[in-house]
């Protein structure tokens, strides 16, 4: 997998858009053996996910409220390398692989704050929707800003 970062392009054309976001672990998140368990990171991934969308310059409550456009999940993967514990700082990197009219395919990786070492990574493929989760394609202004971040038009 071709991970991105600010000096690795995800094509010639130009560096994909990369948001990172630091979160700190709490006590919730973690199991009886004082590991993350698994499904947080899902939500982690949610988190980057909407902050690479504030980071493009819109809400994604606002997609849904003005634009009549949801962007549902389809397939979540994520590939566990290491273990995270309580109170270790994670930086959530976020950006977005794919983009077509109707699907979005979002990368994400999972780095300790303290030693970059990987944690995890993973991927998420969306659809556009509209609020009665019938497919539709993304408005104009959206998909522009989106391919604009894969350095594809």
């Known amino acids: ?17 990369v948001n990172e976001t630091r979160i700190r672990v709490r006590y919730a998140e973690t199991d009886q053996m004082g590991v993350v368990y698994h499904a947080n990171h899902f939500i982690w991934f949610e988190v980057g996910r909407v902050e690479l969308l504030r980071q493009f310059g819109f809400s994604y409550k606002d997609m849904e409220r003005e634009d009549d456009c949801f962007i549902a999940v389809v397939d ?13 700082e994670v930086i959530v990197r976020t950006y977005l692989k794919h983009v077509r009219e109707k699907m979005l395919h979002f990368g994400y990786e999972l780095r300790s704050a303290e030693t970059g070492e990987l944690l995890a990574e993973g991927e998420t493929t969306h659809i556009v929707a ?11 202004k959206f998909i522009n800003v989106f391919r604009d971040a894969v350095g594809s038009h």
Not at 1 to 17: G, I, L, Q
């Open 76 to 88: 979540a993967r994520c590939r566990y390398k290491a273990p995270v514990h309580y109170d270790d």
């Open 1 to 17: 997998m071709n991970r991105p970062n600010t000096s690795t392009p995800v094509n010639v054309s130009k560096p994909a858009t």
């Open 130 to 140: 509209n609020s009665k989760m019938k497919p539709r394609a993304l408005p104009e």
